[in-house]
């Protein structure tokens, strides 16, 4: 049976957003009578893993490789690419540069074919742009009864959320607001008897879609959360951090108009807030993008 690889950076300071999007890739690309064999990256057993990958590709019927690793270079890539008929490579931050003619490039991120870390990559064999998202907006959304859903990167700590509720709260009048996040715990005793207030701690995937496609606005780091947010009708408000994997999605959602900014977190930890008076309900959200333009990366799975 051919097989598909994918190869993802996922480990406790990494997170697992690259594992939600590379699913999402594989959900989408609807690989019927494909194997499918996953290997994870991270910085402790890197070489280990790597290793197995180079055994397994030289032994197999490989019609496609996935990569969403900032760990592995480009000499990597073009080498294992030998291997597979064609090789998927998403690439949102490191504008990576490689010719041949089997691997193509992936980044949803808004306005990406504007974005110079791909001026290296020239203008074939890439797929630029929200209307590649392997993902897609519901045709009916639901009634929103949540104001504000936060849920931030891996990184993010108590403090900064208790902030970043604390500035909604002093700025708007009761407002519903749910937070999901492993400081469950600290947050409960923070916003204790708050009756506006709900905390909850990261909840399967499925269910977490839900509470997003019940809220108006999704406060965020950007990364792969924006884009579910997005796709259940809530606006992400993005909050910025310095030296982030995530800066080209909160660029391009805030200046495509998608997003909106809600503030930053700067070098000290500190969080510094928007106008959060400004934020308005999302209901001239245009979500017929997102996801548009998938089909064509089936391709991918015919016969070379």
Not at 164 to 188: C, N, R, T
Not at 192 to 208: H, I, M
């Amino acid at each position: 049976m051919p097989k598909i690889i994918t190869i993802v950076d996922c480990s406790k300071d990494i997170g697992n957003g690259h594992v939600k999007r590379v699913n999402a890739l594989i959900r989408r690309l609807e690989p019927v009578g494909f194997e499918i064999d996953e290997y994870l990256l991270d910085n402790i057993s890197l070489d280990i893993t790597l290793s197995r990958i180079n055994s397994a590709i030289k032994v197999n019927d490989i019609q496609l490789i996935i990569i969403d690793s900032f760990l592995i270079s480009d000499d990597y890539i073009l080498k294992i690419s030998q291997y597979s008929k064609n090789v998927l490579v998403v690439d949102d931050l490191i504008g990576r540069s490689l010719s041949a003619s089997n691997i193509f490039t992936i980044d949803w991120t808004p306005l990406a074919d504007h974005n110079p870390i791909h001026d290296k990559s020239g203008k074939s064999n890439n797929f630029f742009g929200l209307q590649y998202c392997p993902i897609s907006s519901d045709p009916i959304l639901k009634k929103k009864n949540i104001d504000y859903l936060i849920h931030l990167g891996s990184g993010i700590n108590l403090d900064i959320y208790i902030k970043v509720v604390e500035s909604l709260f002093s700025s708007l009048s009761e407002p519903k607001i749910v937070v999901i996040s492993k400081h469950k715990a600290g947050l409960d005793n923070n916003y204790q008897g708050v009756k506006s207030f709900l905390a909850l701690d990261l909840l399967p995937e499925e269910l977490f879609i839900e509470y997003l496609s019940l809220s108006t606005f999704t406060v965020t780091t950007g990364g792969w959360t924006s884009y579910q947010a997005l796709s259940k009708g809530s606006r992400p408000l993005l909050i910025s951090v310095p030296e982030s994997t995530t800066y080209y999605d909160c660029h391009g959602f805030v200046y495509s108009g998608y997003g909106l900014p809600f503030g930053f977190i700067d070098q000290q930890n500190n969080f510094q807030a928007c106008d959060i008076n400004a934020f308005k309900p999302s209901k001239d959200l245009m979500l017929d993008q997102i996801g548009d333009c998938f089909s064509f990366i089936k391709d991918l799975l015919k016969g070379s």
